[in-house]
Structures are given as C-alpha cells and as structure tokens.
C-alpha cells in the first residue's frame, strides 16, 4: 500500500473511532469537535488522475 493511501487509511480509522467514542456517556464533545477538525483536516487530497471522462 502506498504511503498516502495508508496515511488516509489511517486517518478515516481515527474519525470512525472518533465517532464511536462521541456515542460514549460521558465523552467531552468539545474535544470530538476539535479532534474531528484537526483529522479533517489532515486528510490527504485526493485526485483521480485515472479517471476517464
């Protein structure tokens, strides 16, 4: 697996754990909403350059 796709692999894992714990009683919603900007954020862009039209 290439590098960028692993690093989105990862990423999108974080955001569902994420989720899961924002589901949690008691979770900090505060720092789900920070969190989840941060992980947002730091996904790779993506371009299909394979893409035919």
Same mark, same amino acid.
């Given at each position: 697996? &290439? *590098? @960028? &796709?692993?690093?989105y692999r990862r !990423?999108?894992?974080l955001l569902? *754990?994420?989720a899961?714990?924002?589901k949690r009683p008691g979770a *900090?919603? @505060?720092f789900?909403? !920070?969190v989840a900007y941060a992980l947002a954020a730091s996904l790779p862009r !993506? !371009?299909?350059t394979t893409r035919k039209r």
């Open positions: 697996m &290439c *590098d @960028r &796709c692993h690093d !990423t999108a894992r569902l *754990d994420l899961q714990y924002v *900090d919603a @505060r789900a909403h !920070t !993506t !371009t299909n």
